[in-house]
C-alpha cells in the first residue's frame, strides 16, 4: 500500500480467493471518518479477476450478514432478561427492609446502630 499525502493505492500481488471483499478508503477529518465508494473484489476460478466499483452501494454490498440480526436480536433478549431479573432482585430486597423497618417499629426485632 503507497500513502502520500493526495494520493493512495493498493496492490495486491499474488491474489488468492481470502483477498475477495470490499475495499473502500478512509480519512479522518477532524473527529469525523469519510469513506469513499466501496469496491467490490471477486476472485473467480481460472484467474479471471473481477473488480466491480459500483456507483451506487447495492444492498448486496453494503448490508450486514443476517447473523448479525440474529445476534443482535439474541443479546437484546439476554439483556432483557438480565435487567429484569436485576429489578426483580431490587424490588425484593427493597420489600424485605420494608418489612424489617416495620418489625423493628413494632419492637418485635431489637433496633441496633
Not at 436485576?86 to 419492637?107: A, V
Amino acid at each position: 500500500m503507497r500513502v502520500n499525502s493526495t494520493f493512495s493505492s493498493l496492490t495486491i500481488t499474488a491474489v488468492n480467493h481470502s483477498d475477495s471483499g470490499l475495499y473502500y478508503c478512509s480519512s479522518l477529518e477532524g473527529k469525523y471518518m469519510t469513506f469513499s465508494t466501496t469496491t467490490r473484489l471477486q476472485i473467480r476460478e481460472g484467474n479471471r479477476i473481477s473488480s466491480i466499483n459500483p456507483d451506487r452501494p447495492t444492498e448486496e454490498s453494503c448490508s450486514p450478514p443476517k447473523v448479525f440480526h440474529l445476534l443482535t436480536l439474541m443479546f437484546g433478549a439476554v439483556i432483557a432478561v438480565l435487567l429484569s431479573a436485576l429489578l426483580i432482585l431490587i424490588f425484593i430486597k427493597h420489600s424485605e427492609r420494608k418489612d424489617q423497618r416495620e418489625q423493628q417499629r413494632d419492637g418485635k426485632i431489637p433496633h441496633f446502630q
